[in-house]
């Protein structure tokens, strides 16, 4: 059946009054922009170089988005139009919350190591095979001999999870050959230092027994340098792992230290503290495209609920 130009005019109409583009778009932006103002200010150098001021962006979100939520209740208890200042409410509360979380993980997964690894030291030209861990525990980056490698032929890989991957960081051989007498019953040389206490690790990168190992920088003949790892609860499963790989082929790890295997250490601490801003524009993005479905999704709630 044909539709007269008259009721198709009203439908289209009614239509344009039920979608409520102009609250829609307007709730998406601000909760867009309370995600991204918190994201940047609890995620970004700012948080170290000013706390206080960091704060005033979660101030004025989370004053913001009490006043409309107050004022659209006292509107709608008094049944006046509040659907506007109620959708806004809400969507300045999940882009405040939403910011929140993941400004302050982003802060403490990659802002945090930043600060890290400037307070600790580095060394340069150290030998694996015959220094210990134990003379270096201070370090946060370490820059090998040259020479030094990862034997990640004889890698491995400790399943929780995850798969937590470990290989011997070395500069003399550690495989046995017919020139070796003092060799283990599984073919390895006992280092001068007596222990293998210096790891190339990383998570997901190998296969389940450990082999190929691909983690960071550890195939690369450029590399010979490595930055310690500060997850304390991954520092745990690698520790599990360099245990099991002690087991198989009798040789002692008895302080070990867990590093990323990288050429560029500067370089990779640079892009630990620019990731969380050159990420902001991304998320906020995704952010909007989810704001606008669930600020459209509110909107027509409250119209089913006859909210005004």
């Known amino acids: 059946m044909k539709l007269s130009a008259e009721t198709t005019f009203l439908l289209k109409k009614q239509l344009k009054q039920a979608v409520g583009p102009l609250e829609i778009g307007g709730a998406a932006i601000l909760s867009t922009a309370a995600f991204a103002a918190l ?18 962006p979660c101030a004025a979100c989370v004053l913001g988005a009490g006043l409309a939520s107050a004022l659209g209740f006292a509107r709608y208890r008094a049944r006046r139009p509040a659907r506007t200042f109620l959708v806004c409410a809400l969507a300045l509360w ?24 400037k307070q600790m030291a580095s060394y340069s030209n150290i030998n694996p095979s015959t220094e210990k861990a134990s003379s270096y525990q201070d370090a946060g980056v370490i820059y090998f001999a040259a020479g030094s490698r990862v034997l990640f032929s004889k890698a491995l890989g400790f399943r929780n999870g995850h798969t937590y991957c470990v290989a011997p960081i070395y500069l ?5 050959d017919s020139t070796n007498h003092t060799k283990t019953l599984s073919g390895f040389v006992m280092p001068k230092s007596g222990t293998v206490d210096f790891w190339a690790v990383g998570t997901d990168c190998c296969g389940t027994t450990g082999v190929p190992f691909t983690c960071h920088d550890s195939t690369s003949p450029y590399a010979r340098s490595a930055m310690r790892v500060l997850d304390a609860n991954h520092q745990d499963m690698y520790k599990l792992a360099v245990q099991e790989w002690a087991a198989t082929t009798g040789l002692p790890a008895k302080t070990p230290m867990f590093m990323e295997w990288v050429i560029d250490p500067l370089g990779e601490e640079d892009k630990l503290a620019s990731k969380a801003g050159n990420m902001i524009p991304v998320y906020a993005f995704v952010y909007l495209l989810g704001a606008i479905f669930v600020s459209y999704v509110l909107h027509i709630a409250l119209r089913h609920f006859k909210v005004l």
């Open 94 to 117: 999940a882009g405040t919350i939403a910011g929140g979380v993941m400004g302050d993980k982003w802060w403490h997964e990659y802002a945090v190591k930043t600060y890290e690894y």
């Open 39 to 56: 994201f940047a200010c609890l995620a970004c150098p700012i948080r170290k170089t000013d706390p206080g001021l960091s704060l005033l």
């Open 172 to 176: 003399d051989s550690l495989i046995a």
